[in-house]
């Protein structure tokens, strides 16, 4: 019964809830700026992202940022299939406010290469969580401040729940799963 439950409430949102533009998210990743009072200027240049260097993007960068959240996949193809993931990826460039890539995950029906859609809400802690990596690693914020949100991504091997890595453009790129550390 609750699976069910949880299902209907996934088709009401993806219903119900628009695919945000690049512009909503610019003006997110802004707002969460503006509020821990980051601006642009104070990140410094960095050589473009680079797909291949997404580990040690994940580690040393202070421009950009790879962050996952809750999202929802749609294949624009015949197949027309839905489908959402906790893993879904994006990569975070607090220096010109955008989201440079949005990792992939293909379809089971036809393997079209679909982007995640995120809810303004999960895209906003997305980027606060980008903007608190930035403040930890130039030593503006401490260490603490960030042990609640690693401990909710820390997925155990009992509730990590299904994750089809052979599809997932994460995972594949690191060559091992994208939720392990």
Excluded at 47 to 65: C, G, M, T, V
Excluded at 71 to 77: C, D, I, K, L, Y
Excluded at 78 to 85: G, K, L, T
Excluded at 133 to 150: N, V
Aim: aromatic share 12%; charged share 35%; hydrophobic share 35%.
């Amino acid at each position: 019964a609750d699976l069910i439950f949880v299902y209907a409430e996934l088709v009401e949102m993806m219903a119900t809830s628009s695919d945000l533009t690049s512009e909503d998210k610019a003006r997110i990743i802004s707002e969460v700026m503006e509020e821990y009072k980051v601006t642009p200027r104070q990140i410094p240049y960095e050589l473009p992202f680079n797909i291949r260097e997404i580990e040690s993007i994940s580690r040393k960068s202070h421009r950009y940022f790879k962050v996952k959240g809750f999202a929802w996949f749609r294949s624009h193809n015949a197949c027309a299939r839905s489908w959402s993931s906790a893993h879904a990826w994006c990569v975070i460039d607090l220096k010109e406010q955008t989201v440079c890539y949005e990792f992939k995950q293909d379809c089971q029906s036809c393997d079209e290469a679909v982007t995640p859609e995120y809810d303004s809400d999960v895209f906003r802690e997305m980027v606060e969580f980008a903007v608190k990596l930035y403040l930890k690693r130039t030593g503006r914020m401490p260490y603490d401040d960030l042990a609640e949100r690693f401990e909710r991504l820390d997925i155990g091997e009992d509730d990590r729940g299904p994750h089809d890595e052979g599809r997932c453009e994460v995972c594949k790129l690191l060559g091992h799963s994208c939720w392990k550390k």
